[in-house]
């Protein structure tokens, strides 16, 4: 009923109506066309290690390259990689990772991801940030019971899941599978300087994005592979 009233004051008084607005979190239109959006940072595959000596192998090639490199060591969650673009602090688009180089416009979609902030903190000129959107595994058990209560195939898994949702044609489908995001990188910024990664995730959180956890800055490699 409050959600109905406020939708029609917005649509009476369109000058007080605001991008991070709740009748901008429930989706909708069923005409999602994911357009394609060419990434002018190239959103780069993350490369796996799967043993101490490869974490070793990749210290020494940073040390070839970077003296006194310090790392920051932090979760990542396996989801589907997009990129958040804000214009004046406002959410202008959103897309998915593709092949680097091109991706999708899934905007409608990731709106009604409620942990994805419609309106910063402060309004910067630009600011293009990079996350992982994942279903969390409560979200994603309440979607597989629905699916089996309705005789449908259910997803194999959180990650399938996700992608699935993420690409919905309609928006209202995609606000009711649960997902989050966490954002873990910026891809490029004007209105303000960032040093060092560190900086940049402290900066992400300060803005209102949801990054990881936890994360911690180490000096050595030796400290990188205690974290881990």
């Not at 092949?99 to 902030?117: F, Q, Y």
């Not at 309004?123 to 629905?146: Q, T, W």
């Not at 309609?170 to 060092?196: H, M, P, W, Y």
């Amino acid at each position: 009923m409050k959600m109905r009233e406020l939708k029609s004051l917005e649509e009476e008084y369109p000058e007080y109506d605001s991008p991070d607005s709740p009748t901008k979190r429930v989706g909708g239109k069923a005409d999602n066309t994911f357009e394609a959006v060419t990434h002018t940072v190239r959103m780069e595959s993350l490369q796996d290690a799967f043993s101490k000596d490869e974490i070793r192998d990749f210290d020494n090639r940073v040390k070839d390259a970077v003296s006194g490199a310090k790392y920051v060591v932090e979760p990542k969650i396996d989801g589907l990689s997009v990129s958040l673009e804000y214009v004046n602090g406002v959410f202008f688009r959103g897309s998915t990772r593709g092949d680097g180089d091109t991706g999708e416009d899934v905007s409608a979609n990731l709106r009604v991801i409620h942990s994805i902030p419609l309106k910063l903190n402060e309004a910067l000129p630009y600011i293009e940030v990079r996350g992982e959107v994942y279903m969390p595994k409560k979200s994603f058990n309440k979607v597989v019971d629905r699916q089996l209560l309705n005789g449908e195939k259910p997803f194999k898994n959180p990650r399938n899941a996700a992608a699935g949702s993420l690409r919905q044609k309609d928006s209202s489908v995609t606000a009711t599978r649960g997902l989050d995001i966490f954002v873990f990188n910026v891809q490029q910024i004007e209105g303000k300087e960032l040093n060092s990664h560190k900086e940049s995730l402290d900066y992400l959180k300060q803005l209102g994005f949801n990054t990881v956890p936890f994360y911690t800055i180490v000096d050595s490699v030796v400290e990188a592979l205690d974290c881990i």
